[in-house]
Structure formats: structure tokens, C-alpha cells
């Protein structure tokens, strides 16, 4: 492997498990058992321009591997959220609410907007254009179609933020039950 994407493996890696202020050059020096000043050479902007490429190719293959799944399970809304929820589930927890919260404030507002908008089109588009077409019988509602996106990819980052030990099935299913329980409502069944 690359010197390059050893550095930038192990950026992604520690940026996505601590957040962007908790991480030093150290520690990602350190990860890969080189010296510090050796980062420079892979990223001269230093640690926000190792965190604006990581999370920009981190969003990049979010937007990719969603819109597959997405296309790829048909036209059915359940099916559709229930791929895309396999396709995450399949990658780290990314905790997109500490990245707005904590880590888009702790860079350059240039970088942080530019990334706004790539996680936009990268996590939220792909799943707001899956819900668009539920919504699309009554007027108005087309425009929840953004909040729907927003508060499925809070779900399913919750799903895949639990210890293992939480749940005696798989995470799978349990995206699934919610899914299910989302579309289908808590109504008895006949």
C-alpha cells in the first residue's frame, strides 16, 4: 500500500473515531509509527487538510455506495431504505451530528461550507430522492422529503453506534423493525 493512503487511512480512521479536535498529528504520526514531521509531506495544510481529503473521500464513497444500493433495490420504498441501511451499517459509524456539531466549527467556515454541501449531496440527496416519490400524493409533503433523509441517517448511525451486546440480533434486523415500524406505523396488524 501506498505511503499516501496508509496516511490517509489512518487519518480517517482516528478522525471518525475521536472527531476532529480530539486527534493531533501525533496521534496519527503515531499510528502509523512515523515521525510527525513526515505528515507534512503527504499534507502540507497540516491536520485540517488531512481532515477536509479524508472526510471528503469518506462522503464521496457514502454518496457512491448509497446511490447503488438505492438503485439497485428496485423502486419499493422499503426495499430502497432497507438497502441503504445495510450499505451503512456495512461502513464505520460516521457520526454525522458530531462532524456538524463539534468538527465543521473547528475548521476554516470556506472548508466546513465545501463539506456542508458534499455531505448533503453524499448522505442526505441520495435518500431524499428515495422518500420524494412516497410523498408526492399530497400537497406540500414532498418538501419533508430532506427532514425524512435527515432523521433516517440519524437512525441508522444510532443503530450502528450500539455495542454489539445491546441487541441479541444482528443490527440488521433491528434497522429493519424500525424501518418496518416507520413505514407501517405501530397500528396493530389485522
Do not use: C
Not at 496521534?27 to 487538510?49: F, M, N, T, V, W
Not at 458530531?98 to 473547528?106: I, Q, T, V
Request: charged share 25%.
Amino acid at each position: 500500500m501506498a505511503a499516501r493512503e496508509r496516511v490517509l487511512q489512518a487519518a480517517e480512521r482516528l478522525f471518525t473515531e475521536r472527531g476532529y479536535a480530539a486527534v493531533t498529528l501525533r496521534d496519527i504520526a503515531e499510528a502509523l509509527g512515523i515521525r510527525q514531521a513526515s505528515l507534512y509531506y503527504h499534507a502540507p495544510g497540516g491536520k485540517e487538510e488531512l481532515f477536509v481529503q479524508v472526510t471528503e473521500r469518506g462522503l464521496e464513497r457514502h454518496r457512491a455506495g448509497l446511490e447503488t444500493a438505492i438503485s439497485q433495490a428496485g423502486d419499493d420504498l422499503r426495499e430502497q431504505l432497507r438497502a441503504a441501511a445495510r450499505w451503512l451499517l456495512s461502513q464505520p459509524a460516521m457520526n454525522f451530528a458530531r462532524m456538524l456539531r463539534s468538527d465543521m466549527p473547528a475548521i476554516r467556515e470556506s472548508e466546513a461550507n465545501r463539506l456542508r454541501l458534499i455531505a448533503y449531496q453524499s448522505l442526505i440527496a441520495p435518500l431524499e430522492a428515495a422518500f420524494r416519490p412516497a410523498l408526492l400524493d399530497e400537497p406540500g409533503r414532498s418538501s419533508k422529503a430532506g427532514s425524512l433523509a435527515g432523521a433516517f441517517l440519524s437512525i441508522i448511525e444510532g443503530v450502528n453506534n450500539l455495542p454489539e451486546s445491546y441487541s441479541r440480533e444482528p443490527k440488521e434486523a433491528l434497522a429493519d423493525f424500525l424501518i418496518d415500524t416507520w413505514i407501517d406505523g405501530l397500528r396493530p396488524r389485522p
